[in-house]
């Protein structure tokens, strides 16, 4: 059976147990990181040499790195669905998945850690309200993108919504003010309505 270190109200760790969910895969998961230790401990390093969560082993393979998790299970569980047949859509998908890490993630990153991590007294308002602006001044590119789309690269979901459908539900539960951008609003409504989303990354943020 394929296992999953990391804990749940980990990012990362959400992307890998939302694909599991929706792929139906059996899994064990180890708590790791933060309060529960592990990473550091030199079985996990000899596994993950970063000393980061998600790490997954199966079937021999031992694999880091949420986004290529995600890629991996997506290929060996998902074939025509979360892994698209078609290739110009693999490809789109694939793209929105570095859209994701290259673009929003430096964005919403530090407004989570500002809001959510950090003490009151210790929080640089300052920071937090740029990279607020910045997020809102970015998001109707997506916005743009998912007019006439169900999902990221068309009309299921896919690789791309995965990395990107976490980092939304963050942006739409932190305590800031948001542009209103229905075509957005649209798509995090439609991924509210799916059971794997809400068991897995519809949770409090800590």
Same mark, same amino acid.
């Given at each position: @059976?394929?296992?999953?270190?990391?804990?749940?109200? $980990?990012?990362?760790?959400?992307? #890998?147990?939302?694909?599991?969910?929706?792929?139906?895969?059996?899994?064990?998961?180890?708590?790791?990181? @933060?309060?529960?230790?592990?990473?550091?401990?030199? $079985?996990?390093?000899?596994? /993950?040499? /970063? !000393?980061?969560?998600?790490?997954?082993?199966?079937? !021999?393979?031992?694999?880091?790195? %949420?986004?290529?998790?995600?890629?991996?299970? &997506?290929?060996?569980?998902?074939?025509?669905?979360?892994?698209?047949?078609?290739?110009?859509?693999?490809?789109?998908?694939?793209?929105?998945?570095?859209?994701?890490? $290259?673009?929003?993630?430096?964005?919403?990153?530090?407004?989570?850690?500002?809001?959510?991590?950090?003490?009151?007294?210790?929080?640089?308002? &300052?920071?937090?309200?740029? @990279?607020?602006?910045?997020?809102?001044?970015?998001?109707? @590119?997506?916005?743009?993108?998912?007019?006439?789309?169900?999902?990221?690269?068309? %009309?299921?979901?896919?690789?791309?919504?995965?990395?990107?459908? #976490?980092?939304?539900?963050?942006?739409?539960?932190?305590? #800031?003010?948001?542009?209103?951008?229905?075509?957005?609003?649209?798509?995090?409504?439609?991924?509210?309505?799916?059971? &794997?989303?809400?068991?897995?990354?519809?949770?409090?943020?800590?």
């Amino acid at each position: @059976m394929l296992k999953l270190w990391g804990r749940v109200n $980990s990012i990362n760790v959400q992307k #890998v147990r939302w694909t599991l969910a929706e792929l139906g895969v059996p899994h064990e998961r180890i708590d790791a990181g @933060m309060q529960f230790g592990v990473v550091n401990e030199p $079985s996990y390093r000899k596994m /993950n040499p /970063n !000393g980061r969560v998600p790490t997954i082993e199966d079937d !021999g393979l031992t694999l880091w790195e %949420s986004n290529a998790i995600v890629r991996y299970l &997506a290929c060996k569980h998902g074939n025509g669905t979360l892994w698209p047949a078609d290739l110009k859509v693999r490809a789109d998908s694939d793209r929105w998945m570095d859209w994701t890490t $290259s673009t929003f993630h430096p964005l919403l990153t530090p407004i989570f850690w500002g809001l959510i991590r950090t003490p009151p007294e210790k929080r640089n308002m &300052a920071e937090i309200t740029e @990279m607020v602006g910045k997020t809102n001044q970015t998001l109707p @590119m997506l916005d743009a993108a998912l007019e006439q789309r169900d999902y990221i690269a068309g %009309s299921q979901l896919s690789i791309g919504d995965i990395p990107l459908g #976490v980092f939304v539900y963050r942006w739409y539960h932190l305590p #800031v003010e948001r542009v209103h951008l229905a075509n957005l609003e649209r798509y995090f409504e439609r991924l509210q309505e799916r059971p &794997a989303f809400r068991d897995t990354v519809m949770l409090p943020l800590t």
